[in-house]
């Protein structure tokens, strides 16, 4: 148990990296780590530096994990269950398929095509931007454990619900015509050797840090100013644990924006550092990354706006409730 | 030859069709190359995940970016097959 702490604290929160950034402040930039200018240098250094290593270790091994797992192979093996199974199934294959959003169209297509239920394909769509194992494994770093994996089981909750209501609804009717059109058409599995899979894993690293070192270090700068500048009074007037619309309004916030997860990660985290609710800073982080205007503009293409306005209204209410829940419960977590 | 590069637009799309380009040209292959953002024209290949490489109407690679060095071989294998 000592030694999973240790490990937890070195490799996860980097403890030796905190230490050597304070160092470098104190002795080297001469300055005090506790004051505002210092401090604010401290945590941006050390959080952009220990999100980026653990950003690359983390896409590495789980993109080697994830190419064994193409959507192929998740059409393929939803196609044999029914029901909530279904959902369920679609929602945790979601979390590990490998995808970046703007493929989210052909799969739905792909995926309606082969016979799955439109609720199946929801589910997968909504875990898969929201739950993902890298973000989990940061998310432990920055805060514990037991609240990651909360994060998981209420991100798959929320994908296999929205789905499941979707699918009772019928709402078939509202796919585009022209998705239904065509039959689905045999995808050919490549045969990867390990040396394809090594290549793969590392071009995702490099495809990623090329994608997401702006969101980080604006994501990390935003902390910072919330940890050292902003003063906790205007913080918590609006996102304050007793302030009974900051889950609204961090949902609502985030719904309509767009950046990474590991850029809204040091937000959260700073956020919860200077007293916001648990629940307020992950709403916020899953409105930002669940949905984004851009995602809803490429699925208008072949869902009509009806079930788009639904799909968007019950992933924003699931988030709502989940911002809730957290908010109530957190300090059991922590 | 009839290359088409398939996906809307993406970073990863646009890194494929430069890819595609530079290789064409540095094999001074006769290849028209097309770029096809529209989604209905783009679910005419069995498709699951963009990017996609289309070489005389066979997709070659899709999901993933391949390097210079596959885009090579996919296009003198493709030549060969004439």
Redesign the interface.
Known sequence: MIIFEWLNDQLLRMEWLSNLVNWLVTNVFRLDVDGRVGGSIQFFIYDVVKIFILLCILIFVISYIQSFF???RS?KILGKFTGIWGNLLGALLGTITP?????S???F???TRAGLPIGVTFSFLVSSPLVDLASVLLLASIFNWPIALAYVVVGVLLAVVAGTIISKLKLEKYVEP?VLN?SM????Q?KLTRRDRV??AR?QVL?IV??VWLYILVGVGIGAAIHNWIPQSIITAVLGQDKWYSVLVATIVGVPMYADIFGTLPIAEALVLKGVGLGTALSFMMAVTALSLPSMV?LK??IKMKLLVIFVGLVTVGIILIGYLFNVFGHLLF | MEIKVLGPGCAKCQQLEKTVREVVKELGVDAKIEDIKDIKKIMEYPILTTPGLVINEKLVVSGRVPSKAEVTTFITTALTKK
């Open positions: 193409p959507p192929e059409r995808f970046c959003s703007c493929s169209i052909p799969l297509i792909g995926f022209f065509n058409m045999e995808v050919e490549e290549n793969f071009n495809d090329k994608r490429m293409q072949v």
